[in-house]
């Protein structure tokens, strides 16, 4: 199994989403995130003072595929994430040791 974490401009999190469902992924964990990388952020105007908006809105999502739909998940969440503009995102894949449904006691592909 692995974990995927997407980190991702929040107006593309319904196309990800929509993305994620059509090739069969169930469940996604949705958090709202602030950060930013190469664009270091921005300057912005108000009531006439200028200030710098450094950690800008985005938001991460986590899902947990088995091994086989790894590639088609990523693929998904780079499609329809992409605006071809600075800040469109990351994505990181982690080893998943095991996972448990908490409601049955399930482990490992059958708990997800």
Do not use: C, W
């Amino acid at each position: 199994m692995k974990k995927i974490e997407a980190i991702i401009k929040p107006f593309k999190l319904d196309e990800v989403k929509e993305a994620l469902h059509e090739v069969g992924l169930q469940g996604i964990t949705v958090l709202e995130a602030k950060g930013f990388g190469r664009q270091k952020g921005h300057t912005e105007l108000y009531r006439g003072a200028e200030y710098v908006v450094d950690f800008l809105p985005k938001v991460k999502i986590e899902v947990v595929v088995e091994d086989d739909m790894l590639e088609r998940a990523v693929e998904a969440i780079k499609q329809a994430a992409h605006t071809g503009r600075i800040g469109d995102g990351k994505i990181f894949i982690f080893p998943v040791e095991n996972a448990i449904r908490v409601r049955t006691g399930e482990t490992g592909s059958e708990a997800i």
